[in-house]
């Protein structure tokens, strides 16, 4: 006799009782088709082959991209990028393995997944001070760690690790819910990431499944690798840089409009850090496992 | 998330189609993209609106509805660590109850709770206002505890 308590309960038992066996229905996966494509190739060459939407009324961008062949000449607004990128991302999704952190969805993509050329940075090194190019927030003085934590929201943490010391440039964007990036500058010791004139990038924000999920695209090039750091659950990706979206609260999308190079994740509590560096694994998890 | 919405509402062998028909029609619309708006409800009410033309044209069951009518004691999902706590034979029975729905009923269920995505989201992608969403899903509730009920009293059909 099944469990009469979900005939008869309230519909709380019965709610639970169908989200416990939602993920576990057999529902179809993305297998190759006979021509030996998935389903994100097929919808990337059919994307690939008509003309660029119309952007018309949308937001204008705030800033210029540098398209590239094939890509409209002319400012594109960010909801046009993103949602071309969610798309590709999207339909990769749909046959992809995804993992996840409080705060933080990492997906593995397809091999054919990449992101439009249009989003392509320039890669000359940042004029001003290190990150200034970016468009990592408004600048703050690193002397004001109160201040910091104040603009954040939330107890900004930093490394104690005596290698990277005292970082040089600190940014804040309250567009981003006190996303809070620290910026070390090349030096000998530390040598430049994916960013030109950039030795050390620490970007903390505060996320949680229930505040909204980031959602990674991670290319073909690129390794994820399942790693400690303390006792926190956290990802390595290395190899071949990768773009970064997420979706905020209420699944409004945002995104970084940048590629990354080598960088830790992972979440600690309410806030998910992530450490850009090319000190390689070992030695960017040592920097991440002394913040305080 | 998309293959498994065109699941809910498509045949199954459609399913893929429809999702990958949908994301060209959402790359075609995105000037009807309005900046700002959660972008996932958006594609995933293209995706359900692939998904029924695709079933209405072909005359046949959802994927998902299909399966849940074909179960078996047993065999509908995959007992897991977190699904102990329900009996293997009410997860069948609910999962066959599943199968008896009409398709508003399940679309509504299979979004809300099997889907887990918000009234919000579940009113954008299947095309109905946000009251609307609530008030179907708590009737969809109700036949859906009908249906184990009825299927608990004799043996099950496919």
Partial sequence: MADRQLHQGPDAGLIEALRLIGPEIAWPTVAPSAAGRDLAAAVRERIESMPPPAVGFLVPARRRWLPSAGWPRRPVSRALLIAVVLLIALAALAGAAGVGLPGLRVFFGGGSVSPPPSLEPSRSPSPGGPGAALHLGDPVSVSDPAALDALAGFDVRWPSDPLPGRPDAAYVDESKRGQVSLVWAVRGDLPATFEPGVGLLLT??????????????????????????????????????????????????????????????????????RLESALGRSGTIRIAESLR | MALRTAYLVAPEADAADAVQDAFVKAYAALSRF??????????????????????????????????????????????????????????????????????????????????????????????????????????????????????DRGPVHG
């Fill in chain 2, 34 to 151: 309005r900046d700002g708006e959660p972008i996932k409800p958006w594609l995933l009410r293209i995706v359900v609106n692939e998904g029924r033309n695709r079933r209405r044209s072909a005359d046949r069951r959802s994927g998902l509805a299909r399966r849940a009518a074909l179960v078996e004691p047993r065999d509908a999902v995959a007992a897991s660590p977190e699904s102990e706590v329900l009996a293997a034979e009410t997860r069948d029975l609910l999962f066959a109850a599943l199968g008896r729905l009409r398709d508003e009923d399940r679309e509504v269920i299979g979004a809300r709770y099997l889907l887990d995505l918000s009234e919000a989201e579940t009113a954008e992608a299947i095309g109905i206002r946000r009251g609307t969403v609530k008030s179907r899903t708590s009737r969809a509730l109700a036949r859906l505890r009908e249906a184990m009920t009825d299927l």
């Fill in chain 1, 204 to 273: 903390e924000f505060a996320g949680s499944v229930d505040q909204g999920f980031f959602d990674k695209m991670v290319g073909s090039g690129t390794t994820v690798e399942t790693v400690l750091v303390g006792s926190r659950r956290g990802y390595w990706l290395s190899g071949e840089p990768h773009f970064l979206f997420y979706t905020g609260p209420g699944g409004v999308v945002q995104d970084e409009r940048r590629w990354v190079g080598d960088a830790l994740i992972w979440a600690d509590g309410p806030v998910t850090y």
